[in-house]
Structure formats: C-alpha cells, structure tokens
C-alpha cells in the first residue's frame, strides 16, 4: 500500500520540533542563495505584493523576502519552526500542505524550498492543486527540491540526523516537471549540482 501524506506529517512534525533551534543557526549555501535571489528577481519583474512561504523553518527565507519588500505570510508544519518565524517578525501559522487555510487566490506568489520532497507521489497531486487555488491568475510558484539523477525513490532516509528519520520522496526530472504541468505552466527548469547534492529548481505559473 502507498504511504499518505497524513502518515508521515507527525514523524516529520517531531523530527523538525527535535532540531529548529540547531537549524535557525545554519548558514544557507551560496547557491541556494543565488536561487532565491533569481526568484525575487522574477518577482519584481511581475510586481508580486504578496508571497506565501510553505514548509518555511525557522523563516530566513520569509525574512529575506519580506526585508525586500513583500507582504509574507510563512507556514509550517513544526510548532517550533513556527514561533522562530513569529520571533523574526513574520506572520506564520501552523499548517500541513494539505490543509493551507486561506482564501482562494490570496497570494501573487508561494515559494518552497526542499519541504515537497517529504509529500509521498500519492498526495502530491492535491498539493499541488491546493497550492494553485491559493493563487491568483499570473501568479508564480517556486519549487525547489532535491531529486533526479542518482535520487530516485521514496521512503524514509535511515541514515538522516533527523530523530526520527525524515521520509522523502526523489522524483526524476520528468516526473517532477509532469507533475507540475498538470496544475501549472513551466516557466523554468534547471539542475544545481549532482550526485545526493543534485538540486531540481522549478518556476511554474499559474495561467491568467
């Protein structure tokens, strides 16, 4: 039998409770960095307002974007990643993907950031049209994850450091591009690094 989202969300609650301090403290890899610049970039090209932020953590990325001047909303499944984006002075709430309690067509614009790799191929697809119902006409989606190449496959990672060990799920490139074009138009695609660091950047659209 597949696993469901609902199965993994209270491991994967307990494992980022277990690290959110550890992770607020980590620095961000320069081409991580050079991502979400390039998305701000397209951003203001589109004059977007208002982001959401899923799977956020501890909010740096929610803060970058809302030093730059967005109106940010952040959620996350971790009550303890939460009250570090709150600690930041971001607005952020408590949610799973699969229940973004907002109105339809609240935001110009949702980024996430390695936090669709833990939803099992099963359930992505509503993400994902839960994502777009959040959005309005014309309105762009970042999704980066880790996947393709040498990462395939979906299950837990035992030897993660997480506690307990966290459960992914690694697309190929068309997989992931196939599912995204069932809800959205494909703006960008490309691939950072190789091996178990290869990085799958995705900028979709939602039609207008």
């Given at each position: 039998?597949?696993?469901?989202?609902?199965?993994?969300?209270?491991?994967?609650?307990?494992?980022?409770d277990g690290r959110a301090?550890?992770?607020?403290?980590?620095?961000?890899?320069?081409?991580?960095?050079?991502?979400?610049?390039?998305?701000?970039?397209?951003?203001?090209?589109?004059?977007?307002?208002?982001?959401?932020?899923?799977?956020?953590?501890?909010?740096?990325?929610?803060?970058?974007?809302?030093?730059?001047?967005?109106?940010?909303?952040?959620?996350?499944?971790?009550?303890?990643?939460?009250?570090?984006?709150?600690?930041?002075?971001?607005?952020?709430?408590?949610?799973?993907?699969?229940?973004?309690?907002?109105?339809?067509?609240?935001?110009?614009?949702?980024?996430?950031?390695?936090?669709?790799?833990?939803?099992?191929?099963?359930?992505?697809?509503?993400?994902?049209?839960?994502?777009?119902?959040?959005?309005?006409?014309?309105?762009?989606?970042?999704?980066?994850v880790y996947g393709g190449?040498?990462?395939?496959?979906?299950?837990?990672?035992?030897?993660?450091?997480?506690?307990?060990?966290?459960?992914?799920?690694?697309?190929?490139?068309?997989?992931?591009?196939?599912?995204?074009?069932?809800?959205?138009?494909?703006?960008?695609?490309?691939?950072?690094?190789?091996?178990?660091?290869?990085?799958?950047?995705?900028?979709?659209?939602?039609?207008?």
């Amino acid at each position: 039998m597949s696993v469901r989202y609902d199965d993994v969300i209270g491991p994967l609650r307990t494992a980022y409770d277990g690290r959110a301090e550890q992770r607020d403290l980590s620095g961000k890899a320069p081409w991580k960095v050079a991502e979400r610049e390039a998305f701000l970039d397209r951003l203001k090209g589109h004059g977007c307002g208002r982001l959401l932020e899923i799977g956020a953590g501890t909010g740096q990325d929610s803060a970058y974007f809302q030093e730059n001047g967005l109106d940010v909303v952040a959620v996350d499944l971790s009550p303890a990643m939460v009250a570090l984006c709150r600690e930041k002075g971001i607005e952020a709430h408590a949610m799973d993907f699969l229940h973004l309690d907002f109105a339809p067509g609240s935001f110009d614009a949702v980024y996430a950031l390695n936090c669709l790799l833990h939803v099992p191929n099963s359930d992505l697809p509503a993400v994902m049209d839960a994502i777009h119902a959040l959005m309005r006409p014309g309105g762009l989606f970042f999704l980066g994850v880790y996947g393709g190449g040498s990462l395939t496959g979906e299950g837990p990672f035992e030897e993660d450091d997480h506690d307990p060990p966290r459960f992914f799920s690694f697309r190929s490139d068309e997989q992931l591009q196939k599912y995204a074009r069932k809800s959205f138009e494909i703006v960008d695609f490309h691939a950072v690094g190789a091996d178990e660091n290869r990085f799958q950047s995705l900028t979709m659209q939602r039609s207008a």
